[in-house]
């Protein structure tokens, strides 16, 4: 069964510091998702990641795949308080008719 | 244009009662998932439907809930004799097609209350 796993679940940081959170999943996969959702809000999709290698940037956020090491990573630069908010990675259950498994998401609390 | 809504927004209902949530994907969307969020938690897979085909029921708990999409757009999910454990947030999402490069359109989502 596929498993995924953020870390850490809780951060709390300054601004203008960097830092990066973690997804591992348990089975093989090449497609992975990163969401925001700030509190009482739906789901905003941020990336979709598709292949080994796969880079993507929007602003101060970048994610990265690395299906090898069923591995993604979303890095935040130089943070600011607008970025505080719950990040939730998802994975694409291939061998599953492409259910869809979250992790229990990263709740990031940046302060000013 | 629009997004996917949901209703009803809120449902409160007391223990042993039917509800049905509703789900109005994004128009043209084939894909349209059920998840059930916790507070604190991630999404929990329900179900998914391709155009009206339920194509993964694996996650609907027991089989108080069913879900059904008849005519490939709109969706419900119905679950029958609640129970205070089904409380929790309601979440539909729809992309224009299953895996690949489409992304998932979150609605506001339904919060039970189950008393």
């Known amino acids: 069964e596929l498993k995924v796993e953020q870390n850490p679940l809780f951060l709390s940081m300054q601004e203008g510091k960097n830092y990066t959170i973690y997804c591992n999943y348990s089975t093989t996969s090449d497609r992975l998702y990163w969401y925001r959702q700030d509190p009482g809000k739906s789901l905003e999709s941020l990336f979709v990641l598709l292949s080994n290698g796969a880079v993507k940037q929007e602003g101060r956020l970048m994610a990265s795949l690395d299906t090898k090491a069923r591995l993604s990573t979303l890095h935040i630069t130089a943070a600011v308080h607008d970025l505080s908010a719950t990040y939730f990675c998802?994975?694409?259950?291939?061998?599953?008719?492409?259910?869809?498994?979250f992790g229990k998401g990263t709740r990031l609390h940046i302060l000013p | 244009g629009a997004g996917v809504s949901q209703s009803p927004r809120y449902k409160v209902t007391k223990r042993g009662q039917d509800v049905a949530l509703r789900c109005d994907p994004i128009s043209g969307h084939v894909s349209l998932y059920w998840y059930r969020q916790a507070l604190g938690q991630g999404p929990e897979f329900l179900t998914y439907f391709n155009y009206e085909a339920q194509q993964d029921k694996s996650g609907l708990p027991n089989d108080r809930f069913s879900a059904e999409r008849p005519e490939g757009s709109i969706s419900t999910l119905t679950i029958q004799r609640t129970e205070q454990r089904d409380s929790a947030m309601y979440r539909c999402?729809?992309?224009?097609?299953?895996?690949?490069?489409?992304?998932?359109?979150f609605g506001p989502g339904t919060r039970l209350t189950v008393t």
């Open positions: 999402a729809s992309s224009l097609a299953a895996g690949l490069v489409y992304e998932q359109y």
């Open positions: 998802a994975v694409d259950h291939m061998n599953r008719d492409d259910k869809i498994i």
